[in-house]
């Protein structure tokens, strides 16, 4: 029983909440925070306020979970961290000197699966996405109190990733021109040789930000 209670209890908690964990058993130092450079990458469910409010529970869920975890699969495929799952978004992490690259990547091939899911319709094909990613330093620790705590990101560009992801338009991916500028050379023609091009868009009024942000989509062929 306590077994199954505990594997029950990992699915519930991402991949490096674990890691912090296992390195907190032997650094009680690991549970302090610390800064870290990330590609933050949220991903949004369009018109979902829209849909659960006349389905059942059951089918809200299913719908749900679907979506969810198709992108989850992507995003893990290209080496994401998923962060957490706040309702209908997802907030993953990319780590390593190509991580823009793969979140990219994974950005786009999910916003793929979003297209061909109108003719496998392995959920209900109403349902699409808006996609923004962000890069910069975050800070990463333990939030919340003794008693119940989420290790987890926080700071500025985790909101500037979140405020993209919210002017997305659907079946969009945008990026912010930090994570433009972490692209190389053969980036960009890996990127194109898949169908995949980046063009500037526009600037972008955040709130909470002071300047206007220069955003970057990503079109697919």
Known sequence: QSLRERYLMLRYISPHTKRM????????????GEKKNLIIFFS???????????RSPEEVIVNLNTILAKQADIIEQ??????????????????GEDAAFRAIKAGALIQNMIQENKEHNEFDPILSLGIG????EVVIGNIGSEGRKD?????????????ICSAAKTDEVLLSSDVFRKLTE?????????GVSLKQKGLLKAKGFTNELHIYSCLRD
């Open 21 to 32: 964990i296992e390195r907190q058993i032997h650094d009680k130092d690991a549970e302090k």
């Open 44 to 54: 949004d469910i369009r018109g979902f306020t829209a849909f659960s409010e006349h």
């Open 78 to 95: 290209f080496g994401g961290d998923i962060d957490k799952f706040v309702g209908d978004e997802i907030v993953a992490l990319f780590e």
């Open 133 to 136: 990613i962000a890069s910069g």
């Open 151 to 163: 290790f987890t990101i926080i700071g500025s560009n985790v909101n500037l990733a979140s405020r």
């Open 186 to 194: 053969e980036n960009h023609e890996a990127l194109k040789k898949e």
